[in-house]
């Protein structure tokens, strides 16, 4: 059972490239979610999608897209990335009975 | 608007002290109250969730928190720290059906030996 896994957990981009993060998860849970980790601010909710078909913006959602999938899937895309969106970005998943969150391992990304 | 404090950027103890992390919520309706641990270069774990009931709540790895309504606060309590708490730890709150859920800053533990 590898609970919530993201892909990569590296990445090096110039200003301006695109790229997706990807997010699975295999428990069944019906609310994923993006998060963004930087020093001094904990983690910022970017979107989340209560459930399958659903997503909703969080407290900084501006140079991101999403897309969620099917159940299992919820991905992350940066369309023009800036140094701004140089962070550690995790992915969660809650399956809404409980209210925990379950977190993948975090990817590195890193914007020149 | 929905918001999270933690108050303590960097907190050290000696091993076998006790400790206490402090988490203060602004929310329109009954949270839901969590803590979380970050070892380095890992995700979050869980330690304890408050949805309802008893205030006060227990948790892995020997770790306590108590919601106090009235001071809109969750502290995390541990009696006698071990150095394998050393980490980040982060207060977290969501509401019943909007699974929203937004985090403190964090707060680096550093455990003297």
């Known amino acids: 059972n590898a609970g919530v896994t993201q892909t990569p957990k590296f990445q090096v981009l110039k200003t301006g490239q695109s790229m997706t993060l990807q997010c699975a998860q295999d428990?069944?849970?019906?609310?994923m979610y993006w998060y963004r980790q930087d020093p001094g601010m904990g983690l910022r909710l970017i979107y989340y999608?209560?459930?399958?078909?659903?997503?909703d913006k969080g407290e900084v959602p501006n140079g991101y897209n999403v897309s969620r999938l099917n159940k299992r899937e919820f991905s992350l895309r940066l369309e023009s990335a800036a140094p701004s969106q140089t962070s550690v970005y995790f992915c969660?998943?809650?399956?809404?009975?409980?209210?925990?969150?379950?977190f993948g391992e975090g990817s590195r990304l890193t914007v020149l | 608007a929905q918001s999270v404090t933690q108050p303590d950027i960097h907190i050290t103890v000696s091993e076998g002290a006790s400790l206490e992390l402090r988490c203060n919520y602004s929310?329109?309706?009954?949270?839901?109250l969590f803590w979380y641990v970050q070892s380095p270069g890992q995700g979050l774990q869980l330690l304890l969730k408050?949805?309802?009931?008893?205030?006060l709540v227990q948790g892995i790895k020997g770790f306590e928190a108590e919601f106090k309504r009235s001071q809109s606060s969750f502290n995390l309590r541990k009696p006698s720290v071990h150095w394998s708490d050393a980490a980040e730890y982060f207060c977290?709150?969501?509401?019943?059906?909007?699974?929203?859920?937004?985090f403190g800053t964090g707060t680096r533990l550093k455990v003297l030996a």
């Open positions: 969660a998943s809650n399956p809404q009975i409980t209210g925990e969150l379950f």
């Open positions: 428990m069944n849970h019906n609310s």
């Open positions: 999608s209560a459930s399958e078909g659903t997503t």
């Open positions: 929310y329109g309706a009954t949270p839901y």
């Open positions: 408050y949805f309802s009931g008893d205030t």
């Open positions: 977290a709150v969501g509401t019943q059906g909007t699974y929203k859920y937004i």
